[in-house]
């Protein structure tokens, strides 16, 4: 079955750039999501990527994907306070059906 | 604007109580999903509807049903809540067209006592 794997926590200082990782098992993922929950929120998309891309840029948002290694990242550039949440990864592997990793919390650090 | 709402945000059951959780969305999209979320776990799919077709997980407990009455509107119904139920409850819609991602509520926090 699918299985969507990622630290559980990354602290960094406020201005400086972070890095959530994702590994992922399903080979025929054809979307690849992050989402960011906010404490006691829903989930909200940030972004996500087509299996058929490399690389995918938003605002200060980049992700980066490594299909041979099935590994997914996201860049966050200038982190700010702002941006502390959860974040998760997850993957479309058809039949309707998203699969969430346990998600990474982010701390940002003034 | 276009959005899933869910009620009530806080519920506080008794053991063994039957419970309904409510979801409504304006996107009139076709697909809406439940997913229960536990304290630093992944969230987990219980059921989703497509239209009116209803697909349940294979693990999902049988004291979780759910109801589509309509397009708008979909509800979580826990026969016999357990302390192991209390979670935040997440409904979730989608267009069904590929995987453009989910529109989630902002959750009902479920506390059995």
């Known amino acids: 079955g699918e299985d969507v794997e990622q630290s559980l926590f990354l602290s960094v200082r406020e201005g400086d750039s972070s890095v959530i990782n994702c590994t992922y098992t399903?080979?025929?993922?054809?979307?690849l999501y992050w989402y960011k929950q906010e404490p006691g929120a829903g989930l909200q998309l940030l972004t996500y990527?087509?299996?058929?891309?490399d690389m995918k840029q938003d605002q200060r948002l980049t992700v980066l994907l490594n299909k041979k290694d099935k590994h997914l990242s996201l860049r966050i550039a200038d982190t700010q306070t702002g941006d502390s949440a959860i974040y998760f990864c997850?993957?479309?592997?058809?039949?309707?059906?998203?699969?969430f990793g346990i998600g990474t919390k982010l701390q940002v650090i003034p | 604007d276009a959005m899933v709402i869910q009620n009530p945000r806080y519920q506080v059951t008794q053991f063994g109580k039957p419970v309904t959780l409510s979801c409504s969305q304006t996107?009139?999209?076709?697909?809406m999903y439940w997913y229960q979320q536990k304290s630093s776990q992944a969230p987990k799919l219980l059921f989703h509807?497509?239209?009116?077709?209803?697909?349940n997980e294979a693990d999902t407990p049988d004291n979780f049903q759910s109801r589509r009455p309509n397009t708008s509107f979909c509800f979580l119904d826990i026969r016999s809540p357990g302390l192991g139920d209390a979670a935040m409850y997440l409904c979730?819609?989608?267009?069904?067209?590929?995987?453009?991602?989910?529109?989630f509520g902002s959750g009902t926090r479920l506390t059995v006592v």
């Open positions: 399903d080979s025929s993922s054809t979307y």
């Open positions: 997850a993957e479309y592997g058809g039949y309707q059906k998203v699969t």
């Open positions: 996107l009139n999209h076709n697909v």
């Open positions: 509807y497509y239209d009116k077709d209803f697909n």
């Open positions: 979730a819609t989608s267009s069904g067209q590929g995987g453009y991602g989910y529109t």
């Open positions: 990527i087509f299996s058929n891309m």
